[in-house]
T-cell receptor, first 121, second 111 residues
Framework: GAVVSQHPSRVICKSGTSVKIECRSL??????MFWYRQFPKQSLMLMAT?????????EQGVEKDKFLINHASLTLSTLTVTSAHPEDSSFYIC?????????????????FGPGTRLTVL | GQQLNQSPQSMFIQEGEDVSMNCTSS?????WLWYKQEPGEGPVLLIA?????ELTSNGRLTAQFGITRKDSFLNISASIPSDVGIYFC???????????FGTGTQLKVEL
């Protein structure tokens, strides 16, 4: 249980285009999901908290107009990188926090997706 | 902001050896988590700790939540080749749900 998927796993795009990444909780509902960014050989940096039914909360320094987040349902959050540039190339990882305690044997934890490698040419 | 420092940054050990790594914080956390990440994958949860002083095991893994709530360690006993990867500690203060990740410890196991 507690499986999170991401799609696509890898994407290459031209500079100036927009890219959408999907994050799905497959066997549980998650009101709250999170989007992280990870550069090579570095730790995960939280970009934003995605809340179903309300606006996302962005971390300081993260441009909300560039990284659009939509939490359309209790099992789906999307991150759209708008007008992507080479410096946006990175590994983007989402996570989800199960709503129901019985589906989260370890409370207050997050389950991570497999990540999406974005390369902007 | 909050920072979690992990040590060592990397380690190269022989198969069968025990491994120890730790994580320290400049501030208090209510929950400590340990994750493992393999190349090109998302982090996988290994152990979660909720109380100061708590010692928890998961197979060959043992982790402890420091008494001061500002540190935690992870031990791996009798390491095997599949233990290779990057181990991250993470903590949160509760309520806000946000996790702060440590700097990571890269483990390499020699046959």
């Amino acid at each position: 249980g507690a499986v999170v998927s991401q799609h696509p796993s890898r994407v290459i795009c031209k500079s100036g285009t927009s890219v959408k990444i999907e994050c799905r909780s497959l066997d549980f509902q998650a009101t709250t999901m999170f989007w992280y960014r990870q550069f090579p050989k570095q730790s995960l940096m939280l970009m934003a908290t995605s809340n179903e039914g309300s606006k996302a909360t962005y971390e300081q320094g993260v441009e909300k107009d560039k990284f659009l987040i939509n939490h359309a349902s209790l099992t789906l959050s999307t991150l759209t990188v708008t007008s992507a540039h080479p410096e946006d190339s990175s590994f983007y990882i989402c996570s989800a926090r199960p709503d129901r305690v019985e589906r989260n044997p370890w409370a207050d934890t997050q389950y991570f997706g497999p990540g999406t490698r974005l390369t902007v040419l | 902001g909050q920072q979690l420092n992990q040590s060592p940054q990397s380690m190269f050990i022989q198969e069968g050896e025990d491994v120890s790594m730790n994580c320290t914080s400049s501030s208090i956390f209510n929950t400590w988590l340990w994750y493992k990440q393999e190349p090109g994958e998302g982090p996988v949860l290994l152990i979660a700790l909720y109380k100061a002083g708590e010692l928890t095991s998961n197979g060959r893994l043992t982790a402890q939540f420091g008494i001061t709530r500002k540190d935690s360690f992870l031990n791996i006993s009798a390491s095997i080749p599949s233990d290779v990867g990057i181990y991250f500690c993470a903590g949160h203060t509760g309520g806000g749900n946000k996790l702060t990740f440590g700097t990571g410890t890269q483990l390499k196991v020699e046959l």
